[in-house]
């Protein structure tokens, strides 16, 4: 019996030594990951800067043990990397030391702290401009209200709804204004005396000048609507048909004044019309006299 029980015994032992240098083999390969990865971070933040956020390229090593779960010479190593830290980051004040992080100068319960750096935020600007808008549509409609600031002092209100006579009376009114849409609404202007000038030689333009012809006026008076215009010359006239701005005139009465030809003219037809009054109607009346007498003897006979 005690022959038997001996190489039992042994083959306890042999597997509880094995399971004790896996355990130890195994705790030594952490440890030596654990370095690895300490190491690398060490880098990596040595490495970066002040970045707003950072990305970790080894994730499943962030979380670090304390020192009491560690051996002595692990201690040391603790230690010498918490030195290392605090010094990078009286450096670096921003870094935590995290896998992942954000550099937020921002306080986040701070609502202003997220507009825009206008100080409005882009909706909001949106928001007012449709505001503003709404606001411009109202108002053209209150222009056609009834109810005004002096509404309790007016005795009665014009009708919301009016006659078919009364909007043709309006219509008519709006057409009296303006030429139409085929002179482009011209308006009626103020009709000065200097107009009233210009229009006048205008109509009497036959006598002018004797060697152009002019079209009969198609209106007795003075017309209601009429504009003013100067013709503009091209940079081809600028030598030989342009009229210098010193010879330019305000009214069509000084520049023809001030042409000797057209003055020639004029004296010449005034003196003719003189002397053709001077002479009387004697002899006008005369021949009418004698072809009536003509025309009663043909009538007798």
Known sequence: MKHKSKPRLCSSEDDSSSDCELKEVATTLSETIKRHILKKRQEQSSNTDNSIFVLDKTPGGSVLESPADCNEDEKVNWKLSEKGSKEKSKKKKNHDGLSSYIHSNIDIMDPNSYRHLKGEHKKEKKKGQAVKKS?????????????????????SLEPYEESLRKLKKKRKMEKALTKGKGWFDMKAPEMTDEAKMNLEMLKMRKALDPKRFYKNNDMKGLPKFFQFGRIVESPADFYHSRVPKKKRKANLVQELLADAEFRQYNKRKYVEIQEAKM???GPYKRM??????????CTCS
């Not at 009418?288 to 003897?297: G, Q």
């Open 288 to 297: 009418k006299r004698l072809k009536k007498r003509k025309n009663k003897c």
């Open 135 to 155: 606001d411009k549509v109202v108002q053209e409609i209150m222009k056609k209200s009834v109810i005004t600031p002096d509404f309790e002092k007016k005795d």
């Open 279 to 281: 002479k009387g109607d």
